[in-house]
């Protein structure tokens, strides 16, 4: 399976080379990110041919950010020696939580003993940026049991921490455990604990960069920042998602590879990766992804740089609903910048579909 996988991916990416050139010929990709699902299940070897596929067909930056994404009980200390000694310089583990009864609700193979190990060996295979998944409002959390958890993450001295609050996705076991759904911490409870674990994080140097993200100073992840900047994204395999700007046009594409391994893999094979399920996104979808994609930053929406890109005043179109929401403290606005407060970043949803995904269309000329 592994080396059929690895065939296929080298194809899609001689196609995807070959297709996006132009675009990629204006400078070295300053990210690469091995994500969106278990990288660390390709092992060593799987690992080296990937990322030697990757430097064939494409130019990384010198000081390029490369990371790669794995969970506790697939990251051994071999697998994370080798990406290390390939160039793979930030590491993000899937920890989820700390608390071995909570990591069991959640169906998670690991422990809380695997996730300290992998921590540490990840600090002797030479890793010095290490960001670790969190989430919170699980099944019998309290503020306080998180809280905890925040306080033995931050003790490990990673440089990153993502916190992620619990959603339930339909199909999985948690969804179908009513006895669990049962004691997950009301909406009060989960509020709480956003609030609070921002507040403990940022006390012990951890600044918030965007709504589930917090680093230290100069550790932010770039990759990430880079898609919520509206950055083009190559992606490769199943699932992968991209957004390319044509250099036909000017235009951003968007496509996403199927899920299952033998439709992406027919696709590639037909020499038609990339192509499937590609759509064209207008000026006034980029409009709103921006808004929407700089309202989860702590920097905020630029709005010169939005009224130039779209022709869009915000704040005449929105001047009563502004007021509403600075009132609220649910927003900052200064001449520069428009931000969501914390208390803003609760109701995110909200806030930026008032904003941004309704009546902007029919103010575009």
């Known amino acids: 399976m592994l080396s059929r996988y690895l065939s296929a991916l080298a194809m899609e990416m001689r196609q995807q080379a070959g297709t996006w050139a132009p675009s990629l010929n204006s400078g070295p990709a300053p990210s690469l990110f091995f994500g969106g699902g278990t990288p660390s299940l390709l092992g060593p070897q799987g690992l080296t041919r990937v990322l030697s596929l990757l430097r064939?067909?494409?130019?990384?930056?010198?000081?390029?950010?490369?990371?790669?994404?794995?969970?506790?009980?697939?990251?051994?200390?071999?697998?994370?020696?080798?990406?290390?000694?390939?160039?793979?310089?930030?590491?993000?583990?899937?920890?989820?939580?700390?608390?071995?009864?909570?990591?069991?609700?959640?169906?998670?193979i690991h422990d809380a003993r695997q996730a300290l190990r992998a921590y540490n060996d990840a600090r002797e295979a030479g890793f010095d940026n290490i960001g670790l998944d969190l989430?919170?409002?699980?099944?019998?959390?309290?503020?306080?049991?998180?809280?905890?958890?925040?306080?033995?993450?931050?003790a490990l001295e990673p440089e990153h921490l993502s916190c992620y609050g619990l959603t339930i996705e339909p199909g999985t076991p948690l969804a179908a455990a009513a006895h669990t759904l049962a004691t997950l911490p009301g909406e009060d409870a989960q509020a709480e604990m956003f609030l609070r674990g921002a507040e403990l994080l940022e006390a012990s140097g951890y600044g918030q960069y965007e709504i589930s993200n917090f680093a230290r100073p100069g550790r932010q992840c770039r990759h990430n920042l880079a898609c919520w900047q509206g950055c083009d994204v190559l992606g490769f395999g199943p699932a992968a998602v991209s957004t390319m700007t044509s250099p036909d046009s000017a235009q951003a594409l968007r496509w996403a590879n199927p899920a299952n391994m033998d439709a992406w893999e027919a696709l590639v094979r037909a020499g038609t990766a990339g192509q499937a399920n590609r759509e064209g996104l207008p000026p006034e979808v980029r409009a709103r992804e921006a808004l929407m994609l700089s309202l989860r930053t702590t920097d905020g929406?630029?709005?010169?740089?939005?009224?130039?890109?779209?022709?869009?005043?915000?704040?005449?179109?929105?001047?009563?609903?502004?007021?509403?929401?600075?009132?609220?403290?649910?927003?900052?606005?200064?001449?520069?910048?428009?931000?969501?407060?914390?208390?803003?970043?609760?109701?995110?949803?909200?806030?930026?579909?008032?904003?941004?995904?309704?009546?902007?269309?029919?103010?575009?000329?």
């Open 301 to 365: 929406l630029d709005l010169a740089a939005h009224k130039a890109r779209t022709g869009l005043d915000l704040l005449g179109i929105h001047a009563d609903l502004l007021e509403q929401l600075m009132r609220s403290r649910l927003v900052e606005l200064t001449p520069e910048r428009l931000r969501l407060t914390r208390a803003g970043m609760l109701l995110s949803n909200s806030v930026i579909r008032a904003l941004g995904f309704e009546d902007i269309a029919e103010n575009f000329s």
């Open 135 to 154: 989430i919170f409002g699980l099944p019998g959390q309290t503020p306080e049991d998180w809280l905890k958890t925040l306080r033995q993450a931050v």
């Open 56 to 108: 064939e067909r494409f130019l990384l930056a010198a000081d390029a950010e490369i990371t790669m994404e794995a969970n506790p009980d697939s990251a051994d200390f071999e697998l994370l020696r080798t990406a290390r000694a390939l160039g793979v310089n930030r590491l993000s583990l899937g920890v989820q939580s700390l608390n071995d009864t909570t990591l069991s609700a959640l169906g998670r």
